[in-house]
Protein backbone atom coordinates (compact mmCIF):
# COMPACT_ATOMS: atom_id res chain seq x y z
CA UNK A 1 0.00 0.00 0.00
CA UNK A 2 1.33 3.18 -0.75
CA UNK A 3 1.20 6.49 0.94
CA UNK A 4 -1.79 7.76 -0.96
CA UNK A 5 -3.61 4.99 -0.04
CA UNK A 6 -3.00 5.38 3.74
CA UNK A 7 -3.91 9.02 3.46
CA UNK A 8 -7.14 8.51 1.75
CA UNK A 9 -7.75 5.62 4.34
CA UNK A 10 -7.57 7.36 7.45
CA UNK A 11 -9.04 10.77 6.05
CA UNK A 12 -11.79 9.24 4.43
CA UNK A 13 -13.18 7.00 7.33
CA UNK A 14 -14.19 9.88 8.59
CA UNK A 15 -17.65 10.67 8.38
CA UNK A 16 -17.77 14.70 8.34
CA UNK A 17 -15.39 14.36 5.53
CA UNK A 18 -16.39 14.47 2.13
CA UNK A 19 -14.46 12.09 0.08
CA UNK A 20 -12.26 15.03 -1.83
CA UNK A 21 -8.86 15.88 -0.90
CA UNK A 22 -6.50 19.07 -1.94
CA UNK A 23 -3.02 19.33 -2.11
CA UNK A 24 -1.11 22.14 -2.82
CA UNK A 25 1.66 21.41 -4.98
CA UNK A 26 4.87 24.28 -5.68
CA UNK A 27 8.49 24.26 -4.74
CA UNK A 28 11.63 26.53 -4.44
CA UNK A 29 10.43 28.27 -7.46
CA UNK A 30 7.19 29.37 -6.24
CA UNK A 31 8.49 32.19 -3.05
CA UNK A 32 5.35 34.19 -3.12
CA UNK A 33 2.99 30.77 -2.41
CA UNK A 34 5.63 29.36 -0.26
CA UNK A 35 5.51 32.80 1.93
CA UNK A 36 1.95 32.05 1.79
CA UNK A 37 1.90 28.95 3.31
CA UNK A 38 4.51 29.64 5.97
CA UNK A 39 1.95 32.15 7.27
CA UNK A 40 0.33 31.26 9.99
CA UNK A 41 -2.40 33.97 9.38
CA UNK A 42 -2.85 33.63 5.74
CA UNK A 43 -2.73 29.79 6.54
CA UNK A 44 -4.93 30.42 9.53
CA UNK A 45 -7.50 31.93 6.53
CA UNK A 46 -7.27 29.51 4.07
CA UNK A 47 -8.34 27.31 6.34
CA UNK A 48 -11.32 29.24 7.56
CA UNK A 49 -12.48 29.56 3.40
CA UNK A 50 -11.91 25.59 3.17
CA UNK A 51 -13.95 25.01 5.94
CA UNK A 52 -14.67 21.21 7.81
CA UNK A 53 -15.81 19.25 4.85
CA UNK A 54 -12.48 18.84 3.15
CA UNK A 55 -8.94 18.23 3.93
CA UNK A 56 -5.92 20.31 2.58
CA UNK A 57 -2.71 19.29 2.24
CA UNK A 58 0.75 21.03 0.91
CA UNK A 59 3.68 19.25 -0.86
CA UNK A 60 6.81 20.69 -1.84
CA UNK A 61 8.76 18.27 -4.69
CA UNK A 62 12.22 19.40 -5.73
CA UNK A 63 12.02 21.62 -9.01
CA UNK A 64 12.75 20.14 -12.41
CA UNK A 65 15.44 21.47 -14.78
CA UNK A 66 16.25 21.96 -18.68
CA UNK A 67 19.44 20.59 -20.10
CA UNK A 68 20.83 19.67 -22.95
CA UNK A 69 21.40 16.08 -24.27
CA UNK A 70 24.82 14.60 -24.15
CA UNK A 71 26.72 14.69 -27.82
CA UNK A 72 29.86 13.61 -29.12
CA UNK A 73 29.48 15.49 -31.85
CA UNK A 74 29.23 19.03 -30.40
CA UNK A 75 29.36 21.81 -33.11
CA UNK A 76 26.51 19.79 -35.45
CA UNK A 77 24.52 18.90 -32.43
CA UNK A 78 24.75 22.09 -30.91
CA UNK A 79 22.44 23.05 -33.64
CA UNK A 80 19.70 20.71 -33.61
CA UNK A 81 19.90 20.43 -30.04
CA UNK A 82 16.56 21.10 -27.91
CA UNK A 83 16.61 21.48 -24.32
CA UNK A 84 14.85 18.74 -22.31
CA UNK A 85 13.22 19.21 -18.88
CA UNK A 86 14.23 16.35 -16.26
CA UNK A 87 12.75 15.30 -13.25
CA UNK A 88 14.97 15.06 -9.92
CA UNK A 89 14.72 11.46 -9.03
CA UNK A 90 12.53 12.65 -5.20
CA UNK A 91 9.74 13.42 -7.48
CA UNK A 92 8.35 10.00 -9.16
CA UNK A 93 6.57 8.83 -6.39
CA UNK A 94 4.62 11.83 -6.51
CA UNK A 95 4.29 12.65 -10.42
CA UNK A 96 3.38 8.76 -10.18
CA UNK A 97 0.61 8.80 -7.95
CA UNK A 98 -1.19 11.66 -9.61
CA UNK A 99 -0.22 11.17 -12.79
CA UNK A 100 1.64 14.25 -13.45
CA UNK A 101 3.82 14.60 -16.33
CA UNK A 102 6.29 17.17 -14.73
CA UNK A 103 6.67 19.58 -12.21
CA UNK A 104 7.19 22.44 -15.07
CA UNK A 105 3.45 23.57 -15.28
CA UNK A 106 3.00 23.81 -10.78
CA UNK A 107 2.00 25.82 -8.66
CA UNK A 108 -1.50 24.22 -8.47
CA UNK A 109 -4.39 22.79 -6.37
CA UNK A 110 -4.95 19.36 -7.08
CA UNK A 111 -8.19 18.00 -6.08
CA UNK A 112 -8.55 14.45 -5.98
CA UNK A 113 -10.37 10.95 -4.69
CA UNK A 114 -9.85 7.53 -5.53
CA UNK A 115 -12.60 5.45 -6.84
CA UNK A 116 -13.65 1.82 -5.38
CA UNK A 117 -10.94 0.55 -7.71
CA UNK A 118 -8.30 2.30 -6.23
CA UNK A 119 -7.55 5.20 -9.21
CA UNK A 120 -6.76 8.28 -8.62
CA UNK A 121 -9.55 10.75 -10.29
CA UNK A 122 -7.96 14.40 -10.38
CA UNK A 123 -8.78 17.63 -11.37
CA UNK A 124 -6.31 20.95 -10.89
CA UNK A 125 -6.70 24.71 -11.00
CA UNK A 126 -3.66 26.72 -11.35
CA UNK A 127 -1.90 28.51 -8.67
CA UNK A 128 -0.88 32.47 -9.55
CA UNK A 129 2.56 33.48 -8.47
CA UNK A 130 3.28 36.57 -9.28
CA UNK A 131 3.32 38.49 -5.97
CA UNK A 132 2.44 37.69 -2.52
CA UNK A 133 -0.91 39.22 -2.85
CA UNK A 134 -1.60 37.41 -6.14
CA UNK A 135 -0.49 33.57 -4.56
CA UNK A 136 -2.92 34.19 -1.74
CA UNK A 137 -5.96 35.37 -3.97
CA UNK A 138 -5.19 32.65 -6.37
CA UNK A 139 -5.16 30.34 -3.59
CA UNK A 140 -8.38 31.63 -1.94
CA UNK A 141 -10.64 31.59 -5.51
CA UNK A 142 -9.30 28.44 -5.69
CA UNK A 143 -10.44 26.72 -2.11
CA UNK A 144 -13.44 28.62 -2.66
CA UNK A 145 -14.47 27.05 -5.80
CA UNK A 146 -13.80 23.45 -4.31
CA UNK A 147 -15.66 24.66 -0.94
CA UNK A 148 -18.52 25.52 -2.68
CA UNK A 149 -19.13 22.56 -4.42
CA UNK A 150 -18.58 20.68 -1.34
CA UNK A 151 -20.70 22.38 0.50
CA UNK A 152 -23.59 21.77 -2.01
CA UNK A 153 -23.15 17.81 -2.01
CA UNK A 154 -25.42 16.09 0.40
CA UNK A 155 -24.57 14.11 3.66
CA UNK A 156 -25.91 11.19 2.16
CA UNK A 157 -23.49 11.47 -0.80
CA UNK A 158 -20.06 12.47 0.81
CA UNK A 159 -18.59 8.96 0.71
CA UNK A 160 -19.45 8.72 -3.00
CA UNK A 161 -16.34 9.31 -4.83
CA UNK A 162 -17.29 9.62 -8.50
CA UNK A 163 -20.52 11.62 -7.19
CA UNK A 164 -18.24 14.00 -5.66
CA UNK A 165 -15.59 14.09 -7.90
CA UNK A 166 -18.13 14.74 -10.48
CA UNK A 167 -19.67 17.69 -8.48
CA UNK A 168 -16.05 19.37 -7.84
CA UNK A 169 -14.52 18.34 -11.53
CA UNK A 170 -17.94 20.61 -12.52
CA UNK A 171 -17.25 23.36 -10.42
CA UNK A 172 -13.41 23.52 -11.38
CA UNK A 173 -14.23 23.68 -15.47
CA UNK A 174 -17.33 25.91 -14.70
CA UNK A 175 -14.28 28.37 -12.96
CA UNK A 176 -11.59 27.56 -15.66
CA UNK A 177 -14.16 28.65 -18.30
CA UNK A 178 -15.14 32.32 -16.81
CA UNK A 179 -11.39 32.75 -16.18
CA UNK A 180 -10.87 32.26 -19.91
CA UNK A 181 -14.17 34.20 -20.88
CA UNK A 182 -12.64 37.27 -18.24
CA UNK A 183 -9.43 37.37 -19.98
CA UNK A 184 -11.09 37.43 -23.45
CA UNK A 185 -13.51 40.30 -22.55
CA UNK A 186 -10.63 41.88 -21.23
CA UNK A 187 -8.29 41.63 -24.17
CA UNK A 188 -11.13 42.54 -26.31
CA UNK A 189 -11.82 45.85 -24.24
CA UNK A 190 -7.48 46.11 -25.03
CA UNK A 191 -8.20 45.85 -28.61
CA UNK A 192 -10.91 48.20 -28.85
CA UNK A 193 -9.09 51.02 -27.45
CA UNK A 194 -6.64 50.56 -31.05
CA UNK A 195 -9.34 51.04 -33.02
CA UNK A 196 -10.93 54.19 -35.17
Known amino acids: MNWLNELHLEYNSREDLVNIFGVILYTDANPYVKKVLSDENFWKALDIISGLKWVIFSIKPKKGYYSYPESSHVMMSFMSMHPTYREPKENEAILKEFNIS ?26 EDDFVDSAYNSLRKNIKVVTDAVDG ?43 P
Open 153 to 195: ILDENRKNSLGVYGAVNAAIDSHKFWERVKKGIIFYEWIKKFK
Open 102 to 127: STKDIPLLLCFTQDKDGEILKSTLKI
